[in-house]
C-alpha cells in the first residue's frame, strides 16, 4: 500500500481516470453540516464550462458567517503508489478551495465515526476568484507520513492496522460564506491509477499477520524449517530461470514492478527488497515512513545496501528503525552487506552480509578464509552471518581496449562458497552485474556453476541452517603421494608415449612436497548440528585466485572428535551419496576421503531419516546435475582450446598442451558415453533403475577429470605468463587466465616501442636529494590519520651514502583494532602524469618492508588510477629491496596517479620510482 510510494513501483499497467462533466448527471457529491449550510444547487451547468459543453455546479446557501464543506469524486479503489497524482478545473467566486487524495485504511475502525479510517494527502489551493485554475494533487509519501502520525496519536493506544489502504476518492476541502458561494468543476483527470484488490467489507482491529519467515535464535525459519538463503539478482531474467538455478531468494531494485514480486513469489521464490528511503526535512529531520501492506507480502526480507561503512552506520540504523516502525504488521527481517564494523551492525540487523572481492585480487584463498572467520568472531555471539559470493569480474577490470576481459572461473565460485559455509555462514548470495541467460557461453558457465552450487547447498540445508561451526581441522600428514591425475592411458606411437611420459612426470614432479604443502592448505570446517556433523575440507591453494591448478589428491585424513559410535560417514554430491572409510583412532573417528578434488562435503550422521533424505534429493537432482556437469565441462574446453590457440599464435605454447587437451576430450568422451547409457536405461548388465545412478555418477566423475586436466593446462600457461613479472597484479591482463592473449599483446606492444629516448615523468621520483617542499610544489600529496591509537608518518630518510628514500611508518599508541579502519594509517600520492588514450604506463621502482606489517590484511598497499583497487600490490612480510613493476593501458586520455598506502602498523620503503609513458608504433594492436 503506502509503503509502494517509497518502492517506487508504479511501472505495472497504469490508467488514466476522466471525468469530462459532459453527461447530464453529477458525479460529485457534498457533504456539510445541514445545521449551517444549505445547497441550492447541484447539477451539471451548460451556461459555464472549461472545456466541451457542461460544467458542475455548486450553490451554498447560509444565512450568516462561513461553514466547512467538503466535495468528493469517488474513485475505483487505486493502489498507493508515487505515480498517482489527480487534477481538476475549478472556477469560484471565493477563494480557499484545496484538492486532497482521501486514503482509506479498510481494515482499522475510526471510533468516532464507526467507519473505516481514512486520512487526507493535500495538494494545491483555489487562489483566482472568479477566474479557472487547475488544482494539482500528488501522492506525497511525505505528507502521507505526517498524516499517518496524525492518525496513529489520535487511536493510541490502540495500534491501527494499515494495511491494504487504497486511494478512494478525490476530495475538495473549503468553506462557504455568507449569504451564497458558488463552485464550478470541470475536467477530473487522475493519471498513474493502478487498481487496488477491492477492500474488505468489514473493517478489523489492527493485529500483527502471521507472516511464515521468523527467526529463532540465529536461524533463519520459513514455514517453521530452517533454510539457507540462496539469493539471485535480478537483472530482468524470465522469473523460471532464477527458480531453474535453485535460488529461493532474489534481489531486486528499488523500481520492480508488483506484478514481477508477484510473479517471483508464484514461482515459489521469496523477494529481497530495498526498502524505501524515509524523506526528511530541510534541517536534517527524517519522516515517519507510511506503513507496509499486503501487496508488499511477496518481500521476505528488506536489504539496505552493499558495502556499507562505518561511516553509513548512524544514518542506516535510523533508516532500520523507520522501516521497522512502517512494518509492525509483518516484521519482516532486515539484511546488508557492510563492509565497516561488523559488531556494530550486527546489534541492528537480522542478517548481516560480510563480503570480500577475493578473485583476481592478491588477497589468497586462505586469507580469505581467514578474513570470514575473524569476521564471525568481530559479530555479536549469535548473528546471522551469510556473504555475496562473486561470479563474474568488474566491468573495469580490464581496459577498454581489451577484447578480452577477465572472468571468475567455475572453480573459483566454489572455493567461495565452500569458504564461507567452512566459517560458519548460513547464506550465499551470488552476486552477478549481468543477467544470466544463455545465449554467451560465458554466461551458460556461470549459470551452470550456480545451479551445481545451489544442488549441493539444498543437500545440506538441513545441517548448514540448523548448525554451529564447532571447530576447524587439518588434516594428517600424508600417508600416499600418488596423485589422483595419474591415470592410466593407452599409448598411440612412441613419440606420443614419450609426450604422454612428459604428463606424467610433470603430475608426479614434487609429488611428495605437494602433498605436504596440501596438508598445510587443506581445511576443514565442522558444523554441529542436530541431525549430525557436516564436514567441509577446502583447498585454499596459493595463487587460486588467479588460476586454479589441479587441486586433487587421493587419501586426505582427518582425525574428527565427538563422532559417535553408530554414526556412519557421507560423502554427499548431487550424483551420488556413498560412504567413506572412517576408523577409530586416538583423539576421535579418523576419516578418509579417497579422492578431494577442491573441496568436498561430509555428512557423519546416525540418523537414519537424514540419509533418506538425501538419497530421495540426489535421486530427485542426479540427472540434471550430471548433464550440466557435463555441459559446464564441454564449454570449459572450448574456452581453454580456444585461448590456447590464441596463445600458441602469439608464440607462447605450452609443449604437452595437445595431450593435456587430448585426454580433457578422452574424458569428455568416457562422461557424454555414460549420460547416453545413463538415459537409455543402463548398459544392459544390470537393471535400469540399478544401472542409471551409476551412469550418471559417472559421467559427472569424467566431466570433474576433464575439468581437472584442463586446470592443468590453465595453470601452465599462467605460470609462463607471470614468471617474468614482479608481481601477477603488475599486469592488468596477467591476473587471469582468459586474458593471457590480451597479456602476450601489451608486451608486443612494447617489444615494439623504442625505449632509447624515454624519460621519466615522475619528478622527484628517486628522492635525491630530499627536497619536501618542491615535491608538494610539484604535487606530491601526503595524509596521515587523524585516529590518535595510531602515530603515523611519511618522510625521506638516508638509505645509504648518498641515497634517500621514502619512508612510511605506522605504530599503534593503543592495543587498537585496525582491521576495519576505512582509511589508511598513512598515504602519499604521485603528482598527476597526462597520458592519452592508446598510451602504454611503465612503472618501475623497488619496495622494502623494513617492519612486518601488522593489524590489516591489506599491509602496505600500492594502487594507480588506470587500474581497479582490486589489482593492488600487497607487501606485508619483512623483505630486502624487491622490484616494483607496473604495466598499466589507457583506455582514454586521464592522468595517471600512483598511491601508496599503509594499512594497520609496520615500516615500508619505497625508492628509484619512475614512470614512461610509451606510445607504441602500432597504436591499439588487436589481440589475433
Same mark, same amino acid.
Given at each position: ?680 536405461? /543402463? ?154 588514450? /592508446? ?90
Amino acid at each position: 500500500m503506502a509503503a509502494l510510494v517509497h518502492l517506487r513501483l508504479p511501472n505495472v499497467p497504469a490508467a488514466d481516470y476522466r471525468d469530462r462533466c459532459e453527461d447530464p448527471a453529477p458525479t460529485w457529491t457534498a457533504a456539510f453540516d445541514p445545521h449551517h449550510l444549505s445547497l441550492a444547487r447541484h447539477a451539471r451547468d451548460r451556461q459555464v464550462a472549461h472545456e466541451g459543453d457542461r460544467s458542475e455546479q455548486f450553490v451554498f446557501q447560509l444565512p450568516v458567517g462561513r461553514a466547512p464543506l467538503q466535495l468528493q469524486h469517488e474513485l475505483p479503489p487505486a493502489r498507493v503508489i508515487e505515480d498517482l497524482r489527480a487534477s481538476v478545473w475549478v472556477l469560484g467566486d471565493r477563494p480557499g478551495l484545496q484538492i486532497a487524495l482521501r486514503i482509506v485504511f479498510p481494515h482499522q475502525t475510526d471510533p468516532a465515526t464507526d467507519e473505516p479510517a481514512a486520512v487526507l494527502v493535500r495538494g494545491e489551493q483555489y487562489v483566482t476568484a472568479g477566474k479557472w485554475q487547475r488544482l494539482t494533487v500528488r501522492m506525497d509519501p511525505a505528507l502521507l507520513a505526517d498524516e499517518l502520525v496524525k492518525l496513529r496519536a489520535r487511536l493510541r493506544p490502540m495500534r491501527p492496522d494499515e494495511t491494504d489502504a487504497y486511494v478512494a476518492a478525490v476530495v475538495l476541502t473549503g468553506q462557504a460564506f455568507a449569504p451564497q458561494t458558488r463552485w464550478n468543476l470541470d475536467d477530473l483527470v487522475v493519471d498513474g491509477l493502478v487498481p487496488a484488490a477491492a477492500p474488505d467489507a468489514a473493517p478489523q482491529t489492527g493485529a500483527a499477520i502471521d507472516f511464515p519467515i521468523r527467526f529463532h535464535l540465529d536461524r533463519l525459519l520459513i514455514d517453521r524449517r530452517p533454510v539457507v538463503p540462496r539469493v539471485l539478482v535480478d537483472h530482468g531474467e524470465p522469473v523460471e530461470r532464477f527458480a531453474a538455478l535453485g535460488a529461493n531468494m532474489v534481489l531486486v531494485g528499488p523500481r520492480t514492478p508488483v506484478e514481477r514480486l508477484f510473479a517471483l513469489r508464484e514461482a515459489g521464490l521469496w523477494v529481497m527488497a530495498i526498502p524505501p528511503e524515509p524523506r526528511r526535512t530541510r534541517d536534517g529531520r527524517m519522516l515517519g515512513m507510511a506503513p507496509f501492506g499486503r501487496e508488499s507480502s511477496p518481500i521476505a526480507c528488506w536489504y539496505f545496501g552493499t558495502r556499507l561503512t562505518d561511516r553509513d552506520a548512524d544514518a542506516v540504523t535510523e533508516w532500520i528503525d523507520a522501516v521497522r516502525s512502517a512494518d509492525r504488521q509483518l516484521r519482516r527481517p532486515v539484511a546488508a552487506d557492510v563492509s565497516g564494523s561488523v559488531r556494530r551492525y550486527t546489534r541492528h540487523l537480522s542478517l548481516t552480509a560480510c563480503t570480500l572481492p577475493v578473485v583476481h585480487s592478491p588477497t589468497t584463498f586462505a586469507e580469505y578464509a581467514e578474513w570470514l572467520n575473524r569476521q564471525r568472531q568481530r559479530a555479536l555471539p549469535g548473528s546471522f552471518l551469510w556473504t555475496w559470493v562473486q561470479t563474474d569480474a568488474s566491468p573495469n577490470r580490464a581496459p577498454d581496449v581489451a577484447r578480452r576481459k577477465p572472468i571468475v572461473e567455475p572453480e573459483q565460485i566454489r572455493l567461495q562458497v565452500y569458504a564461507a559455509l567452512a566459517a560458519g555462514f548460513r547464506g550465499i548470495g551470488f552476486w552477478t552485474s549481468r543477467p544470466l541467460d544463455d545465449a554467451n557461453p560465458l554466461n551458460e558457465e556461470q549459470a551452470l556453476t550456480i545451479r551445481l552450487l545451489n544442488y549441493e547447498l539444498e543437500l545440506i540445508e538441513p545441517f548448514v541452517a540448523g548448525g554451529t561451526l564447532a571447530d576447524v581441522l587439518q588434516p594428517q600428514p600424508p600417508q600416499s603421494t600418488r596423485p589422483a591425475t595419474a591415470v592410466r592411458l593407452g599409448f598411440l606411437t612412441s613419440r606420443e608415449a614419450l609426450k604422454e611420459q612428459l604428463i606424467r612426470l610433470r603430475l608426479l614432479r614434487g609429488d611428495a612436497d605437494r602433498a605436504r604443502r596440501a596438508a598445510e592448505q587443506i581445511r576443514c570446517g565442522v558444523i554441529r548440528s542436530p541431525r549430525g556433523l557436516l564436514l567441509i575440507p577446502v583447498w585454499y591453494e596459493p595463487q587460486a585466485q588467479y588460476a586454479p591448478g589441479p587441486m586433487a589428491l587421493r587419501n586426505v585424513r582427518f582425525v574428527v572428535p565427538g563422532v559417535a559410535d553408530d554414526a556412519v560417514v557421507w560423502q554427499v554430491s548431487p550424483t551420488r551419496l556413498v560412504t567413506v572409510p572412517r576408523r577409530r583412532v586416538a583423539g576421535g573417528a579418523e576419516i578418509t576421503i579417497p579422492i578431494l578434488d577442491q573441496g568436498a562435503l561430509l555428512v557423519v550422521t546416525a540418523d537414519r531419516d537424514a540419509v533418506t533424505r538425501l538419497r530421495n534429493h540426489v535421486a530427485a537432482i542426479r540427472a540434471d546435475a550430471a548433464r550440466a556437469m557435463v555441459r559446464l565441462a564441454t564449454l570449459r574446453r572450448q574456452r581453454v582450446g580456444e585461448t590456447d590457440s590464441l596463445l600458441s599464435r602469439q608464440g607462447l605454447s605450452q609443449p604437452d598442451a595437445p595431450q593435456i587437451l587430448l585426454r580433457a576430450d578422452e574424458s569428455l568422451q568416457r562422461a557424454a558415453e555414460a549420460v547416453r547409457t545413463a538415459a537409455a536405461g /543402463g548398459d544392459g548388465t544390470r537393471t535400469p533403475r540399478a544401472a542409471s545412478p551409476l551412469f550418471w555418477d559417472q559421467a559427472s566423475r569424467a566431466a570433474a577429470a576433464a575439468l581437472q586436466t584442463l586446470r592443468i593446462l590453465q595453470r601452465a600457461h599462467w605460470e609462463d605468463a607471470v614468471r617474468s613479472l614482479a608481481n601477477p597484479a603488475s599486469s592488468p591482463y596477467s591476473v587471469c587466465f582468459h586474458t593471457l592473449p590480451e597479456h602476450a599483446r601489451l608486451l608486443a606492444r612494447l617489444g615494439r616501442t623504442p625505449w632509447d629516448a624515454l624519460d621519466n615523468r615522475l619528478p622527484f621520483g628517486t628522492f635525491d636529494p630530499p627536497q619536501p617542499q618542491r615535491m608538494i610544489e610539484a604535487g606530491w600529496e601526503h595524509r596521515r590519520t587523524d585516529d590518535d591509537t595510531i602515530t603515523s608518518a611519511a618522510e625521506l630518510i638516508r638509505v645509504g651514502a648518498t641515497n634517500y628514500a621514502l619512508r612510511l611508518w605506522s605504530v599503534p599508541s593503543v592495543n587498537a583494532d585496525t582491521e576495519s579502519r576505512e582509511s589508511p594509517s598513512v598515504l602519499v600520492r604521485t603528482p598527476p602524469i597526462p597520458v592519452r588514450s /592508446g598510451q602504454v604506463v611503465v612503472v618501475t621502482g623497488k619496495v622494502r618492508v623494513v617492519r612486518s606489517i601488522n593489524g590489516d590484511r591489506r599491509g602496505a598497499e600500492v594502487t594507480d588510477s588506470l587500474a581497479p583497487a582490486s589489482l593492488a600490490i600487497r607487501f606485508h612480510r619483512p623483505a630486502d629491496w624487491q622490484p616494483l613493476q607496473l604495466i598499466r593501458e589507457a583506455a582514454q586520455d586521464t592522468d595517471f596517479r600512483l598511491t601508496f598506502r599503509l594499512w594497520g602498523t609496520g615500516e615500508v620503503q619505497f625508492d628509484d620510482l619512475a614512470v614512461y609513458v610509451l606510445t607504441p608504433n602500432d597504436a591499439r594492436a588487436q589481440t589475433p
